[in-house]
T-cell receptor, first 115, second 112 residues
Framework: DAGVTQSPTHLIKTRGQQVTLRCSPK?????VSWYQQALGQGPQFIFQ???????QRGNFPDRFSGHQFPNYSSELNVNALLLGDSALYLC??????????????FGPGTRLLVL | GENVEQHPSTLSVQEGDSAVIKCTYS??????FPWYKQELGKGPQLIID?????GEKKDQRIAVTLNKTAKHFSLHITETQPEDSAVYFC???????????FGTGTRLTVIP
């Protein structure tokens, strides 16, 4: 049973560019959450998707957007990249039960470097 | 939003000793209290969690204790092994595990 998978593993972009990161949830999971982890910090919640809709959002600008597909996989898009967007981007999947997300399981992350 | 702090920020123990990491939080509505372990180059891995209707939970060498009145919960690791070396994060939240608020992290080093 595959766990949460993310692609690519590493990515280098320049300021002003746009990037798309991808996530496939663990089998049986229907909810995907995205987190940003700066070096030496704890992960920070970006947003969560369930039934192809954004359900909750953290304190991130509109440059960060996402999408969930019918097969529950998800994409994170970041426009107009800034140097400060350099971080490890983590995807977590879970089951949605009784109006809330159950335990979240994390993927290995995508390391983004903005030059 | 939730204000989460972990203590200590770094911890070194001899192999076989116990390690305790404390997490304090500000939101009294928090009702889900997980601990995650993150090894170098990997995503966080859930190691144990507890809900607010339970005071303590144990899984082999790992235990979590919760004090809701004081708004803190702790991770206890007994008989530590070198493979326990990692960064540990607490992530208290309310309403299930919708959006986890991660603590500042504790780097545990187990010395063989």
């Amino acid at each position: 049973d595959a766990g949460v998978t993310q692609s690519p593993t590493h990515l280098i972009k320049t300021r002003g560019q746009q990037v798309t990161l991808r996530c496939s949830p663990k089998s049986g999971h229907d909810t995907v959450s995205w987190y940003q982890q700066a070096l030496g910090q704890g992960p920070q919640f970006i947003f969560q998707y369930y039934e192809e809709e954004e359900r909750q959002r953290g304190n991130f600008p509109d440059r960060f957007s996402g999408h969930q597909f019918p097969n529950y996989s998800s994409e994170l898009n970041v426009n107009a990249l800034l140097l400060g967007d350099s971080a490890l981007y983590l995807c977590a999947s879970s089951r949605w039960l009784r109006g809330r997300s159950e335990t979240q399981y994390f993927g290995p992350g995508t390391r983004l470097l903005v030059l | 939003g939730e204000n989460v702090e972990q203590h200590p920020s770094t911890l070194s123990v001899q192999e076989g000793d116990s390690a305790v990491i404390k997490c304090t939080y500000s939101d009294s509505a928090s009702n889900y209290f997980p601990w995650y372990k993150q090894e170098l180059g990997k995503g966080p891995q859930l190691i144990i969690d507890i809900r607010s209707n339970v005071g303590e939970k144990k899984d082999q060498r790992i235990a979590v204790t919760l004090n809701k009145t004081a708004k803190h919960f702790s991770l206890h690791i007994t008989e530590t092994q070198p493979e326990d070396s990692a960064v540990y994060f607490c992530a208290p939240t309310q309403g299930g595990a919708n959006n986890l608020f991660f603590g500042t992290g504790t780097r545990l080093t187990v010395i063989p």
